[in-house]
C-alpha cells in the first residue's frame, strides 16, 4: 500500500486552497454521489466515474451537470489533471483501482474526509446518528427545519421523494446522516469522525454491521474518539445500554447541552393517542409539558421525531413554530413506502433489516392499517442479518405478523467465526405457532407465495434493504395499481 499521497482532515484543511478540480472515484454510490454534489454546489470543479451507472443517482447526478466517466474509459493523463481523487469506501484494498489511485502521484482523500474538510468545517454540523433512525430522523430533521424557515444544509444517505439527497443551504445549519461504517480501504475509521461535527443526535446503539466490527464496543471506541471535539448539543437515546454508558462517561458540568430521550426517559416522548390518522404525545422540556401532533405513526418514528423536536428547543425555537411544522411530515424512500396495490393487498417497503427495526415497523404498521392482515416477507441481506447473531431476536421480531415468507440467502455471512442465519428454524416456530410460514429461493418460488396472500383484506410488509431476489426489478412492479 503507497500512501504517500493520502490526505486525512488535517492535511486537506491545510491544502485547501489549492483544491479546484476534484474527481469523484466511483461516485455512483449514494453517500459518494451526494458529497460530489455539495462540493460542486460549494464552488469547485467536479467530475466522477464509476464503473456502472444505475438510477436513481446517476439520472439526479446527470441533472446536476456533473461529467461522468466509466472508468474504463478514462486513463491515468486525464486523472493527473485532477487536484483531490476522491475515493469511494467500495475499493478494497489490495485492488486494481487502489493500485491505481496511488501511483498517481495525486492527492486523495476518503469521501467524508472531503466534505469534512471542505465543506462542513465552517458551518454548524448536527451529526444524527445510530444503530436505527439515522436517514429518516435526518430527513425529518430537514423537514422541520425547512418549515420554520431555517434553510439547513444536508447530507441524506438515501433516495429522497422530490429533492436532491444533499444540499448547502443558506442557514446556520447543516444535518448530515453519520453513520458508523468505515470511510475507506485507507481510513478505516467511521465516517462520523470525519465530519467537523457540532452536535450529535445519537438515536440508538446495539451491535449491528459484524463484517466490521466485532462487539458494540467497538463501536462505542468510535463514538468515544468523535465526542470529546463536539462542542455543543449532545441529544441522544435513554433506551439503550451503550448510549447510556457514553452519555455517563462524558457528560460533563455543562448539563443543559446534555439531554436523554426515550421511553426509559422522563423527557419521553409519551404517546397519548395513535391512529391510522396520526399520533399525538408528550414531551417534557425544563419542566415544562408539551403536546405534539403529527402524521407520523409508529413508536420508531415518534422517537425520532421528537429528538428532532428537543433539538429545535434547544435552539429556541418556540412551541407554535414546532408544532406548525410536524403536521405533515414525509418519508424517505424505502421507508414504510407504499408502493402500490397487487390484487387488492397494499404493498409497503420498508429498509428494517435488524430485528428490533423489525418489530418496530410492525408495530408501527399494525397501528397505522388496523383493518388489514400484515404478512412479512423477510430478506435478510446484510451480512449481519444473514448471520446467527440475531437467530432469536428475529423470530421474537416477527411474533405479530400473520404470516412470514423468508428469503434464502444469495450468499453465507462475511461475519468472522459466526454461522448462518437459520431461516428454517425460525419458520418452524412460526408455523408452530399456528400462523402460515415459508422459505423461498428464488423469484419465481416468492411470486408464487405473494399470489396466496394477494387480497383486499391484506397487507405484505416487504423488509428488505436489497432487491428481495430481484422483487423490485421484475414485472410485479408494473403490475402495482394506485388504489
Not at 169 to 184: N, Q, V, W
Not at 438 to 455: D, H, P, Q, R
Amino acid at each position: 500500500m503507497n500512501l504517500a499521497n493520502k490526505l486525512d482532515f488535517n492535511g486537506l484543511k491545510k491544502i485547501q486552497k489549492d483544491i479546484k478540480k476534484v474527481f469523484f472515484y466511483r461516485v455512483c454510490g449514494t453517500g459518494m454521489g451526494a458529497a460530489a454534489c455539495l462540493l460542486k454546489e460549494k464552488g469547485y470543479e467536479v467530475h466522477g466515474g464509476d464503473t456502472n451507472f444505475y438510477p436513481p443517482m446517476s439520472t439526479y447526478l446527470e441533472s446536476t451537470g456533473i461529467p461522468l466517466y466509466k472508468m474504463d474509459q478514462v486513463d491515468q493523463a486525464f486523472l493527473k489533471s485532477f487536484d483531490l481523487i476522491v475515493v469511494g469506501n467500495v475499493i478494497p484494498n489490495g485492488g486494481a483501482d487502489a493500485l491505481r489511485i496511488e501511483e498517481l502521484g495525486v492527492k486523495f482523500a476518503s469521501f467524508p474526509t472531503s466534505i469534512g474538510a471542505l465543506v462542513l468545517s465552517d458551518v454548524n454540523v448536527i451529526g444524527v446518528a445510530g444503530t436505527h433512525g439515522k436517514t429518516t430522523t435526518t430527513f425529518l430533521a430537514t423537514q422541520v427545519f425547512e418549515k420554520m424557515g431555517a434553510n439547513p444544509g444536508y447530507l441524506i444517505g438515501g433516495v429522497m421523494q422530490e429533492r436532491p439527497s444533499s444540499k448547502l443551504g443558506s442557514g446556520k445549519y447543516f444535518f448530515i446522516e453519520s453513520d458508523e461504517y468505515d470511510s475507506a480501504y485507507f481510513e478505516k475509521i467511521s465516517k462520523f469522525r470525519s465530519y467537523s461535527l457540532d452536535n450529535l443526535i445519537l438515536t440508538s446503539l446495539e451491535f449491528d454491521h459484524a463484517d466490521i466490527f466485532g462487539s458494540v464496543e467497538d463501536i462505542k471506541n468510535q463514538f468515544r474518539a468523535a465526542m470529546p471535539h463536539i462542542s455543543k448539543t449532545f441529544i441522544m437515546s435513554a433506551d439503550y445500554l451503550a448510549s447510556i454508558e457514553l452519555f455517563n462517561e462524558f457528560c460533563d458540568e455543562d448539563k443543559k447541552r446534555w439531554i436523554k430521550y426515550g421511553e426509559k426517559s422522563e423527557i419521553g416522548p409519551k404517546i397519548l393517542e395513535a391512529n391510522e390518522s396520526g399520533t399525538r404525545f408528550q414531551l417534557k422540556f425544563n419542566k415544562d409539558n408539551f403536546i405534539f401532533e403529527t402524521n407520523l405513526i409508529g413508536r420508531h418514528n415518534i422517537l425520532n421525531l421528537s429528538s428532532v423536536i428537543l433539538y429545535a428547543l434547544t435552539e429556541g425555537f418556540s412551541y407554535q413554530d414546532i408544532s406548525a411544522s410536524i403536521q405533515d411530515l414525509k418519508m424517505v424512500k424505502r421507508r414504510q413506502e407504499v408502493r402500490g396495490y397487487y390484487k387488492g393487498a397494499l404493498v409497503i417497503d420498508d429498509f428494517a433489516h435488524h430485528p428490533r427495526a423489525v418489530e418496530l415497523t410492525l408495530d408501527g404498521i399494525i397501528t397505522q392499517y388496523p383493518k388489514r392482515k400484515v404478512h412479512v416477507i423477510m430478506e435478510p441481506n446484510s451480512a449481519t442479518a444473514r448471520s446467527a447473531i440475531f437467530q432469536k431476536e428475529f423470530t421474537q421480531s416477527l411474533d405479530k405478523a400473520a404470516s412470514v415468507i423468508f428469503t434464502k440467502p444469495t450468499r453465507p455471512t462475511s461475519v468472522k467465526n459466526v454461522g448462518d442465519l437459520d431461516i428454517n428454524k425460525i419458520i418452524q416456530t412460526v408455523i408452530a405457532s399456528g400462523r402460515p410460514g415459508s422459505v423461498v429461493g428464488n423469484l419465481t418460488e416468492l411470486m408464487s407465495e405473494i399470489e396466496k396472500i394477494a387480497s383486499p383484506e391484506n397487507l405484505i410488509l416487504i423488509l428488505s434493504n436489497g432487491t428481495c431476489l430481484g422483487l423490485w426489478e421484475s414485472e410485479f412492479v408494473k403490475n402495482l395499481k394506485s388504489e
